[in-house]
C-alpha cells in the first residue's frame, strides 16, 4: 500500500532563506506527483506537477524534483517570502493495473511559517 | 472563470439524516474525485470517477455513496452520518489528458451531532 511522508512536519525560516521541503513514497510505480499548497481554512491550489517520466518542474521561485528509484521528491523554494507561509503538501497519482490513473495519495503536509 | 465549486460549505446535522454535498466543476474534466481531511489523518480519497457513471472506491468509502450521471456533477451522499463522519471534504477534477493537475473546491466542513 503506498504510503507518503512529509519531512518535517513544520518548518519555521527568516525572509530571504531558500529551503526545501521533503517527500518520500513506498510504491515508485506512480502515475505522477503534485506538489499542493493549502492555506489555512482554504481549499488546495496547485504548485507544480511532475509527471512519472520526468525528473523536475519549475514554477517562478519553486522547483520540484523527483527521484522515483529512491521514492522521493524535494520542493525547492528560493528567497523564501512571508506569502510563502502555508502548509505544503505532496501527493502521488497511483498507477493502476494497466497503466491507467489511480487514487490520489496524499502526506500529512509540512507547515512552513516564514518569519518577516 | 475556471473552477469547482462546493454546496453546502458549511453543515451541522444530526446522526441518520441523509444528507447530500454537491460538486460541480465547469472546465469539462473527466475526472472528479471527494476527500475528506481529518487532524492527523492528512487528506485521505474517498471516490473517484473517471468518466460519466464510472466511479471507483479511494481509501476510506464506507459510509459515502456518490453518482456520476452528469460530467459536470459529483455529488457525495452521506445515506446515514455518522459522528466519525464530521470532518472538511473536498471536491477536486482534472482533465485525463496527461499534465493537468488536479483543481479543488473550496471544502464543506460537516459537523455531524
Known amino acids: 500500500k503506498q504510503e507518503v511522508t512529509q519531512i518535517p512536519a513544520a518548518l519555521s525560516v527568516p525572509e530571504g532563506e531558500n529551503l526545501v521541503l521533503n517527500c518520500s513514497f513506498t510504491?515508485?510505480?506512480?502515475?505522477?506527483l503534485q506538489w499542493f499548497r493549502q492555506d489555512p481554512g482554504k481549499g488546495l491550489t496547485s504548485l507544480l506537477l511532475?509527471?512519472?517520466?520526468?525528473r523536475e518542474q519549475t514554477s517562478g521561485r519553486l522547483n520540484a524534483s523527483l527521484d522515483k528509484s529512491s521514492g522521493r521528491s524535494t520542493l525547492y523554494i528560493a528567497a523564501s517570502q512571508p506569502g510563502d507561509s502555508a502548509t505544503y503538501l505532496c501527493?502521488?497519482?497511483?498507477?493502476?493495473?494497466?497503466?491507467?490513473?489511480?487514487?490520489?495519495?496524499f502526506g500529512k503536509g509540512t507547515k512552513l511559517s516564514v518569519k518577516p | 472563470e475556471a473552477q469547482v465549486t462546493q454546496n453546502p460549505r458549511y453543515l451541522i446535522t444530526v446522526t441518520g439524516k441523509k444528507l447530500t454535498v454537491t460538486c460541480s466543476q465547469n472546465?469539462?474534466?473527466?475526472?472528479m474525485s471527494w476527500y475528506r481531511q481529518d487532524p492527523g489523518l492528512g487528506l485521505r480519497q474517498i471516490y473517484y470517477?473517471?468518466?460519466?457513471?464510472?466511479?471507483d472506491k479511494g481509501d476510506v468509502p464506507e459510509g459515502y455513496k456518490v453518482s456520476r450521471k452528469e460530467k459536470r456533477n459529483f455529488p457525495l451522499i452521506l445515506e446515514s452520518p455518522s459522528p466519525n463522519q464530521t470532518s472538511l471534504y473536498f471536491c477536486?477534477?482534472?482533465?485525463?489528458?496527461?499534465?493537468?493537475?488536479?483543481?479543488f473546491g473550496p471544502g464543506t466542513r460537516l459537523l455531524v451531532l
Open positions: 477536486a477534477s482534472s482533465s485525463l489528458q496527461g499534465g493537468e493537475t488536479q483543481y
Open positions: 510504491d515508485s510505480a506512480i502515475y505522477n
Open positions: 511532475i509527471q512519472s517520466s520526468q
Open positions: 501527493a502521488v497519482t497511483e498507477r493502476n493495473y494497466g497503466g491507467s490513473q489511480g487514487n490520489l495519495i
Open positions: 472546465m469539462n474534466h473527466e475526472y
Open positions: 470517477s473517471m468518466n460519466v457513471e464510472v466511479t
